[in-house]
């Protein structure tokens, strides 16, 4: 069975304090890991994918990164408007392309 | 633009009452999902369709029934048997099933019980 374990729960940071946010994945056969922002009252946004170890991404001051047990999700000099839930979710070789998600981690960035 | 369009926004059931949650989309994508997030939790698979007429059930499909009469519509039907259905419920497309897609997610109805 697939799980995605995120952490930490709820993370506090000031304008300008980079961080991190951690999603550890156990999963048969990783087809893809996801990452997706969502704000309070609202569907998840897409922000990234990633399909093997060693992959990074980038957009804007986020940075994703996967390695063969967990990926992290890198917050550079971050703004108030990065407060959003982040959603961790993996797909499988043996859940028929089905997300499991995690259970996120809400990033509060106060000015 | 092209989206997931959910409706209503926020719904209230009377014990006993079944109510229909309406998800249309208009991203020509192939599959559809719908997902309950409770709060403070992620998001769990209720029923997923990849084609017309055909649908699946995911990991919580106890309660529900869904319908997938065309390409652009996947309504939610929570019956009088689910006893907790509080909470917020998600539809969600992607351009093709079974192939690690991305999902497209519309802006959720919140579901709560008087």
């Known amino acids: 069975e697939d799980q995605v374990t ?3 729960e709820a993370l506090r940071l000031q304008e300008g304090e980079s961080s ?21 009252g609202k569907g998840p946004e897409f922000l990234f994918t990633l399909y093997s170890a060693g992959e990074e991404k980038e957009k804007e001051r986020l940075k994703a990164t996967l390695t063969k047990k967990e990926s992290f999700l890198h917050i550079t000099a971050p703004k108030p408007e990065d407060s ?5 979710a993996v797909q499988g070789d043996t859940n028929a392309g089905k997300s499991t998600f995690g259970d996120g981690t809400t990033l509060t960035v106060k000015p | 633009d092209g989206g997931i369009t959910q409706s209503p926004k926020y719904l209230f059931r009377k014990e006993g ?11 020509n994508h192939d599959a559809m999902y719908w997902y309950r997030q409770d709060p403070g939790q992620g998001l769990r698979l209720i029923y997923y369709s990849q084609i017309v007429n055909d649908f699946q059930k995911g990991d919580i499909a106890e309660g529900y029934s869904v319908s997938r009469e065309k390409k652009e519509s996947f309504p939610l039907t929570v019956t009088s048997a689910q006893k907790n259905p509080t909470a917020f419920y998600l539809c969600a497309s992607s351009i093709v099933a ?6 497209f997610f519309g802006s959720g109805t919140q579901l709560s019980v008087l």
Do not use: H, I, M
């Open chain 2, 98 to 103: 079974l192939y690690y897609e991305k999902l």
């Open chain 1, 6 to 8: 995120q952490s930490p």
């Open chain 1, 84 to 88: 959003a839930t982040y959603l961790c």
């Open chain 2, 17 to 27: 009452q079944n109510v229909t949650l309406s998800c249309e989309q208009n991203l």
């Open chain 1, 20 to 40: 991190s946010l951690n999603c550890s994945y156990t999963v048969s056969g990783l087809r893809g890991l996801f990452w997706y922002r969502q704000d309070p």
